[in-house]
T-cell receptor, first 115, second 113 residues
């Protein structure tokens, strides 16, 4: 069964601290993995996208890692800011050539950054 | 209870026809969101509802797109005079409030031929 599981469900950190969000998936055959940031009442914004051969990708203070062998990804946020308060969604896509294009969404991690 | 349900799961329509996509959110969720995802592309935010109101319609791609929500429950996304560029997966999500976690439906795959 294709699944994407994210942890923790929610997280509270102090401004300036680092944090790491986790994503485990069982989607097969794997095509790519995206991390999205969704501000309240807004559409999600893509942070990173990684294919099978990529282990790490950075976007400013956001760094995503991918271990295709263990089917795990993490999103590390450095020196958090109040504006980082949002939901972070892990999205995994399956190969569209074998039975149709599938996109499986994680439930998201709700991050609260406090001053 | 049940998750977000979207119907139909697949829709093939001829160019120029109108289509209506349905979303049944999780019961009690006040916020509802529509997204579009073209093949190989990221999510594209279309519109959200707080209750039955849509405060921001600027994400709708053109005036051929409209959406409504009734009874703080089911929502429909209508595309008039469909074009091939409208082919995509249309995703719906809901959350208990705007500030809480959103749960996504499995989407409606729309193919315009």
């Amino acid at each position: 069964k294709n699944q994407v599981e994210q942890s923790p469900q929610s997280l509270i950190i102090l401004e300036g601290k680092n944090c790491t969000l986790q994503c485990n998936y069982t989607v097969s055959p794997f095509s790519n993995l995206r991390w999205y940031k969704q501000d309240t009442g807004r559409g999600p914004v893509s942070l990173t996208i990684m294919t099978f051969s990529e282990n790490t990708k950075s976007n400013g203070r956001y760094t995503a890692t991918l271990d295709a062998d263990t089917k795990q990804s993490s999103l590390h946020i450095t020196a958090s800011q109040l504006s980082d308060s949002a939901s972070y969604i892990c999205v995994v896509s399956a190969d569209g050539n074998t039975g149709g294009f599938k996109t499986i969404f994680g439930a998201g991690t709700r991050l609260f950054v406090k001053a | 209870g049940a998750g977000v349900s979207q119907s139909p799961s697949n829709k093939v329509t001829e160019k120029g026809k109108d289509v209506e996509l349905r979303c049944d959110p999780i019961s009690g969720h006040t916020a509802l969101y529509w997204y579009r995802q073209r093949l190989g592309q990221g999510l594209e935010f279309l519109i959200y509802f707080q209750g039955n109101s849509a405060p921001d319609k600027s994400g709708l791609p053109s005036d051929r797109f409209s959406a409504e929500r009734t009874g703080e429950s089911v929502s429909t996304l209508t595309i008039q005079r469909t074009q091939q560029e409208d082919s995509a997966v249309y995703l719906c999500a809901s959350s208990s409030h705007l500030y809480t976690e959103a749960f996504f439906g499995q989407g409606t795959r729309l193919t315009v031929v």
